[in-house]
Each structure stands twice: as structure tokens, then as C-alpha cells.
């Protein structure tokens, strides 16, 4: 059973950074994508950013490009959110995601973390 295990995220003010961290178990093939979702209060949730695991190409949407940075460490079955330069329209709940390819479709991804809250304050 895959398991995905977020830490980070917390109170940060306005142009600060947060680091968020999922770590993965259970996965027993190399073709997968890891995602980064987020929900912010009485809104759907959203695709962040992407990456294929297989070759560490990413996708990221407009509204983080340039500020937040996805990555992994295939050694430590991790995927990273780097965020820099935090607004407080980021302020969301934030969610790892596993699943077979790299696409924003929600209903595509398999497993889920438990979600972490980031909040930016103005």
C-alpha cells in the first residue's frame, strides 16, 4: 500500500518561504508522477506542480513560476515544494499527490497525503 507522509508548511509572513516535504512508501515501479495540490478555504482544489520521477521534468502553473520549486530525492522516495516569495492568496491547505502520468486532472492521481496548512500573513 503506498503511504505519503507530508511535513512542513506553518505561519509565514508575506515575501517569506516555506519548504514542504512528502515522503513516500510502498511504491514498487519507477514510472510515476508526484504532484503538489493545494485548497484554499471555499475554493476546489488546485494543481501546484508536478514532477515525472523517471526524469525529474517538471510542471508548474502560472501563478507559482518563479517562486516555488518542485524537486525530489529518489534516495529518500521524496518530493519537495520549495516556496519563496509567499503571497497570501497561497494560503491554502497543501497535498502530495502520487499517480501514473503528469497531468493537473485531480481524478488522475491515486494516493494522497494528509495535507499541511500554509498560511501567509500580509
Known amino acids: 500500500q503506498v503511504q505519503l507522509v507530508q511535513s512542513g508548511g506553518g505561519l509565514v509572513q508575506a515575501g517569506g518561504s516555506l519548504r514542504l516535504s512528502c515522503a513516500a512508501s510502498?511504491?514498487?515501479?519507477?514510472?510515476?508522477?508526484m504532484a503538489w495540490f493545494r485548497q484554499a478555504p471555499g475554493k476546489e482544489r488546485e494543481f501546484v506542480a508536478g514532477?515525472?520521477?523517471?526524469?525529474?521534468?517538471?510542471y508548474l502553473v502560472d501563478s507559482v513560476k518563479g517562486r516555488f520549486t518542485i524537486s525530489r530525492d529518489s534516495a529518500k522516495n521524496t518530493v519537495y515544494l520549495q516556496m519563496n516569495s509567499l503571497k497570501p492568496e497561497d494560503t491554502a491547505v497543501y497535498y502530495c499527490?502520487?499517480?501514473?502520468?503528469?497531468?493537473?486532472?485531480?481524478?488522475?492521481?491515486?494516493?494522497w497525503g494528509q495535507g499541511t496548512q500554509v498560511t501567509v500573513s500580509s
Open positions: 510502498g511504491l514498487s515501479y519507477s514510472s510515476y508522477t
Open positions: 514532477i515525472r520521477w523517471s526524469d525529474g521534468s517538471t
Open positions: 499527490a502520487q499517480g501514473p502520468a503528469l497531468t493537473t486532472l485531480e481524478t488522475r492521481y491515486n494516493f
